[in-house]
């Protein structure tokens, strides 16, 4: 079970304290109170993390090349199909927002993970239907769908989208809670356990590239050289046995308990709602009965941020508008929640660079001499792959060698603060940027040397190999950002919220890809204006992606400035070390 009301744990009164063995507010799948040697920790988070390496294969084997498929089998233009990929990719990251709110408020996160993989699993099948729908004689002897001489692309368009937005449905409800699911099987409370989930979130994210790198790595040398339905099949086939693996594990899982009362969303929206109305009540003076709970929260750290909200408080004779004061603690929750957002926005200019090894650093390796021998080629998707494998190679030495290193440095349990994790991986993404820019140019030079301005599909003689420093730099600074993102927005929300907090950080990739997607086609039509050649011509012999790649580099150091700027004044909710 996901999700249970703490009444109905036992259907006896407890006659004496719960045994030292169990672990507090988690359960069994019998709802009995779990074993701390018989439930969760490593065991059971072993299983979640095949689960999710599974998943990041499916995934990236179908986003990895999925340029490649629209402007190829599709006919699109690049611009386009970077646009319809970074629209579809930020849907995907939004998603979670909802999936959460349906795992915390109503299913709990076991059942939300079984429900997202069918549809999952469903969308990635009409996925594979859709491919292959052109291999099928037109459906009817030549004929076509619409009447017309010839072979209608429609039906095929049409399941195709489809199917990739139900791939962003089940991934919305897959992705917020299976990682929290992991993360609950350790026991925070716990010194060793604590240790443990600081170091789950390192494996992890090791996982999550394994799988990303296989699915990089293997299924886009399956779409290029053999089929596109054969590429899309492996990942519905994949997904099904992560179905089958998550359930073998059912009977090892702590299961979170769920608190009888009011839904934390409707607690935390409550909380604003009444503070907006509040907003022109004044602070009781000295020796009034509600000065009391308003002094109250400014004994805990962070209390003083956000005072505004304090006027949720006061009681319905002070703000005759509501008929219910909030608690302390409903405040500070809100609180929590609300001091995570300078943050959120200030990472948003790394989801952007975020989304483009999957379209413009995947098109400037299609025009690259990508040949190995004499015979084979390699898939330019497939360079995706050096990211995962940096990342692999790095998370091992980060979590055995440099943190305890800096543990002695700090007396930080996790070496370095989580935002200074995060500030890192953003420095790195500015040189990320700079290096793909004095990369694309030489390639620039180099299509102008040799006459070949004009002659986009004839490949360019130099080799792909030179794209691999942008790669590189790329993986250690996801390393760094993505681990902290994903650390931070668990560990600093509520209890009852942490899907949703891992939502919240999985929305900045959502908005990222759909500001990608909003700032191409800015781009595309201010540039090819006067029939100018646009940054990102379909001849990318002509086009300035270079340019594009410059003006990111400026965004992320400016991105950089503000988060710095926040998260030197951020106050944790727990005793952590501060940036």
Known sequence: MATFNSTTVDSTPLLMADPPETVANTVDYKRRPAVRSKHGRWFSAFFIIWVEMAERLAYYGI?????????????????????????????????????????????????????SSIIYILGLGLLTLSAMLPSLDCLNQGRSIMGAPGCSPHLQIVIFFIALYLVAVGQGGHKPCVQAFGADQFDGEDPRESKAKSSFFNWWYFGVCVGGLLGIGVLSYVQDNLSWGLGFGIP????????????????????????????????????????????NATIPVVGDSNEEVMQETEDNDGSRQFRFLDKAMLAPQISKRIGKSCSKSEVEEAKAVRRLFPIWATTLIFAIVFSQPATFFTKQGITLDRSVGSRFAIPAAALQSFIGICIVIFIPIYDRVLVPIARKLTRNPSGISMLQRIGTGLFISIFTMVVAAVTEKKRLETATRYGLIDLPKVTIPMSIWWLLPQYVLFGISEAFTMVGLQEFFYDQVPNELRSVGLSLYLSIFGLGGLLSS???????????????????????????????????????????????YFAKSY???????RL
């Open 236 to 279: 519905c086939i994949i997904m099904l046995l992560s179905l089958i693996i998550f359930l073998l594990g059912t009977l090892t899982y702590r299961y979170t308990m769920k608190d009888e009362g009011e839904s934390p969303f409707m607690r935390i929206g409550r909380v604003f709602a009444a503070a907006v109305k509040n907003r």
């Open 571 to 577: 106050i944790y909710n727990k005793s952590k070390a």
């Open 63 to 115: 986003s990895a090349n999925l340029i490649s498929f629209l402007t190829g089998k599709m006919e699109q233009s690049t611009a386009m199909a970077a646009a319809n990929i970074n629209a579809w990719s930020g849907v995907s990251s939004l998603l979670p927002i909802l999936g959460a709110v349906l795992a915390d408020s109503f299913l709990g996160k076991y059942y939300t993970i079984i429900g």
């Open 518 to 564: 909003f700032l191409v086609s800015v781009i595309n039509k201010a540039t090819s204006r006067g029939g100018e050649e646009s940054w990102f011509s379909n001849n990318l012999n002509r086009a300035h992606l270079d340019y594009f790649y410059w003006l990111l580099a400026g965004f992320s150091a400016l991105g950089l400035a503000l988060f710095v």
